[in-house]
Every structure is written in structure tokens, then in C-alpha cells.
């Protein structure tokens, strides 16, 4: 039996794109906590695309691995579109992908403020020094939101590069 394209996951298809046009990608996560990697990392043969991944899940680490600068947390804290793409031009640069993927926010079921709500993430995509974050608002636990996060971002990822 062949695989349809049903049968492909969104991570193959990403995948399956960054191959095609010799691509490599690298992650930098923070509520995601490396599941984002992981899903990527799933697919067989990904190891020809992923660069690098990097875990940041405290200020200090996003500074210190991949460069988001301390007035950028200090004005709009570490869950924002200003960190998300910091984070995402950063890992590009220090890991040397083409593509980096970056992920912020508020997985819960604490942490959250009435400005910034549990369930809001930040996914920030750089492709060839070009950034774009996009905002959500999930609803679900604590888990539900950090899966909703990888979805959303292995989504945003294969927009942006889709039509290069």
C-alpha cells in the first residue's frame, strides 16, 4: 500500500519542503519546551534539515543562547511579538539555518495575567533574515495549549517557506 497525502503528517510535509529546497531549519522554544524538536525530529531523515534546537525557557537563557535583548524583556516581557521575533532572527543567526522557528507564552495552568492570559503564544518564523510572529489565544490545559503552540508553528513554518 502507498502512502497518500493524507497519510502525511504536517511535520513530513515540512520536512519533505525544507528538503526539497535544501533548507535547514533550527527551533528556539520556550513553553513548547523542545516539542516542537521533537516533532520535527519524528520524521525520518530529518536529520538533513535540523540544524539545532534550543531550549529557552528563562530570560536569562533567551539573552544568553540566542541574543533577545534585555530591554526587549525588560519593556515587553519575555511573551510578546518583540521576543518571538528576536528569538526566531537569533536562533537563525547562531545556529546559521535558513529557517528558524521561535515559540513564547503562557502554557498554564499559572502564569497568567489579565494582559496576558493563559493560552497567548507568540510563534515567530525567520526565513532568510525575514521575520513573522503571529499571535494566538488557546483554551485548552496546560498540554492541550503547548500542542496547539506545535501546530501552529509547524503551520506558520510551512507557509513561509511553501512558496520560496
Request: proline share 2%.
Amino acid at each position: 500500500m502507498n502512502a497518500t497525502e493524507e497519510d502525511v503528517t504536517l511535520e513530513e510535509a515540512v520536512v519533505d519542503i525544507l528538503k526539497e529546497k535544501k533548507l535547514t531549519v533550527t527551533t528556539v522554544e520556550s513553553c513548547t519546551a523542545g516539542l516542537l524538536a521533537g516533532r520535527l525530529m519524528n520524521v525520518p531523515g530529518a536529520s538533513a534539515v535540523f540544524n539545532e534546537g534550543y531550549i529557552t525557557y528563562s530570560n536569562a537563557a533567551k539573552e544568553k543562547i540566542v541574543g533577545v535583548s534585555h530591554e526587549t524583556l525588560e519593556k515587553y516581557t519575555a511573551v510578546s511579538k518583540e521576543t518571538a521575533a528576536e528569538m526566531a532572527a537569533g536562533a537563525a543567526r547562531v545556529s546559521g539555518a535558513d529557517v528558524a522557528v521561535s515559540v513564547t507564552g503562557i502554557a498554564g495552568p499559572d502564569g497568567g495575567t489579565k494582559e496576558q492570559p493563559v493560552g497567548l503564544v507568540y510563534i515567530g518564523c525567520c526565513v532568510n533574515g525575514k521575520v513573522r510572529v503571529e499571535e494566538f489565544h488557546f483554551t485548552g490545559n496546560r498540554q492541550k495549549n503547548r500542542d496547539y503552540a506545535v501546530v501552529r508553528a509547524l503551520t506558520l513554518l510551512r507557509e513561509e517557506i511553501i512558496c520560496l
